[in-house]
């Protein structure tokens, strides 16, 4: 599988002049549905390291643990069909999703109970200039999984209004 590094960096949405923020798709990161994750020999799944204060912004997913499923050529970024999942994700030291739909979104996969995903010392946050055209979601969604590691995080909201999701959750 492939393998991203992230360290100080950045991953943004663009606007172009005259155009109006938008969201993005966001990281995708697949894997194999039948295989077993494993961080030292790993060679079947994808792996996200993101880390000294890297930062996701404006992403319909910050990090999608699944391939999106295309529909007559067209990605459809909200439609999670495919049986790529099973990558990794490791976030640590102030990695932050910030006005992410979703911030991490794993798809189900479940081989050997292992799952070797860890949350550590990351910020997610909607704050003052999260785009008005969609709802959030979560900062975390799992699908099916289990064993994902989360601990030392922050989960915001830090615009001075209540933002809510799409079932009007706060």
């Not at 529909?71 to 994700?89: A, F, M, Q, R, W």
Request: overall charge negative; some cysteine; glycine content about 10%.
């Amino acid at each position: 599988g492939g393998k991203l590094t992230i360290q100080n960096t950045v991953l943004t949405n663009f606007v172009g002049c005259g155009d109006e923020p938008d969201y993005w798709l966001g990281v995708e990161v697949w894997g194999n549905s039948n295989a077993v994750q494993n961080i030292i020999s790993n060679t079947t799944q994808g792996l996200l390291r993101m880390s000294n204060n890297s930062r996701i912004e404006y992403a319909i997913n910050g990090v999608l643990l699944s391939k999106r499923v295309e529909i007559d050529g067209v990605i459809s970024p909200e439609s999670y069909l495919s049986t790529n999942n099973g990558g990794i994700v490791i976030t640590e030291d102030n990695a932050t999703f910030l006005n992410c739909l979703y911030g991490i979104h794993f798809q189900p996969y479940n081989i050997g109970n292992v799952n070797v995903s860890t949350i550590g010392s990351s910020v997610f946050n909607w704050d003052e200039n999260f785009i008005q055209s969609k709802k959030p979601r979560v900062h975390i969604a799992i699908n099916s999984c289990t064993n994902i590691r989360v601990g030392s995080s922050k989960f915001l909201q830090s615009a001075t209004h209540l933002y809510t999701n799409k079932n009007d959750w706060g």
